[in-house]
T-cell receptor, first 112, second 113 residues
Framework: QKEVEQDPGPLSVPEGAIVSLNCTYSNSAFQYFMWYRQYSRKGPELLMYTYSSGNKEDGRFTAQVDKSSKYISLFIRDSQPSDSATYLCAMSAAGANSKLTFGKGITLSVRP | DTAVSQTPKYLVTQMGNDKSIKCEQNLGHDTMYWYKQDSKKFLKIMFSYNNKELIINETVPNRFSPKSPDKAHLNLHINSLELGDSAVYFC????????????FGEGSRLTVL
């Protein structure tokens, strides 16, 4: 089993839809959970950053972490064409030499 | 003012050649990384340096050799290029070994013919 699994997609939704992106993981040492957004021909950029379990909201974006189920989600409300990008979940354990492990990414297309 | 800059952005080369990619960050970060992203968008760590010291070296062929002349620079040299090396290589930096946001460069797209 891979350390981080992410639905491969692609995903296509109409403008205004609610989007749910998910990742599961197997390493119980993971403490930091992130979502990165990557536009075509660009580097990934941090979208949401969560420590341990719980929810975090930022505008139209909500990140959820359920450590008991080893499951994280990103919700996008009122999706816009400008949200069209690849979304990568990433996570790491605490401590020196911890590395960020990424999911495979899902490409989202929001149709006008 | 670009935070993490990589050069060149595109490389097209023949199998067997040697090539280098340079990376510089102006964020004052201590830790820098090289990631490889394949055609399916999977992002995999290759190396990590903290204050010029190698701290992470994933299972990467010896043909890949990173060099960090100072903590603001991390270069990647690849010898005897193979077809499977074709990918986008991303440089990234972070405040510390296990803290803070990872900032990525725009990537260097390598095509080996």
């Amino acid at each position: 089993q891979k350390e981080v699994e992410q639905d491969p997609g692609p995903l296509s939704v109409p403008e205004g839809a609610i989007v749910s992106l998910n990742c599961t993981y197997s390493n119980s040492a993971f403490q930091y959970f992130m979502w990165y957004r990557q536009y075509s021909r660009k580097g990934p950029e941090l979208l949401m950053y969560t420590y341990s379990s719980g929810n975090k909201e930022d505008g139209r974006f909500t990140a959820q972490v359920d450590k008991s189920s080893k499951y994280i989600s990103l919700f996008i409300r009122d999706s816009q064409p400008s949200d069209s990008a690849t979304y990568l979940c990433a996570m790491s354990a605490a401590g020196a030499n911890s590395k960020l492990t990424f999911g495979k990414g899902i490409t989202l297309s929001v149709r006008p | 003012d670009t935070a993490v800059s990589q050069t060149p952005k595109y490389l097209v080369t023949q199998m067997g050649n040697d090539k280098s990619i340079k990376c510089e960050q102006n964020l004052g970060h201590d830790t820098m990384y090289w990631y490889k992203q394949d055609s399916k968008k999977f992002l995999k760590i290759m190396f990590s340096y903290n204050n010029k010291e190698l701290i992470i070296n994933e299972t990467v062929p010896n043909r890949f050799s990173p060099k960090s002349p100072d903590k603001a620079h991390l270069n990647l040299h690849i010898n005897s290029l193979e077809l499977g090396d074709s990918a986008v290589y991303f440089c990234a930096s972070r405040t510390g070994i296990d803290t803070g946001e990872l900032f990525f460069g725009e990537g260097s797209r390598l095509t080996v013919l």
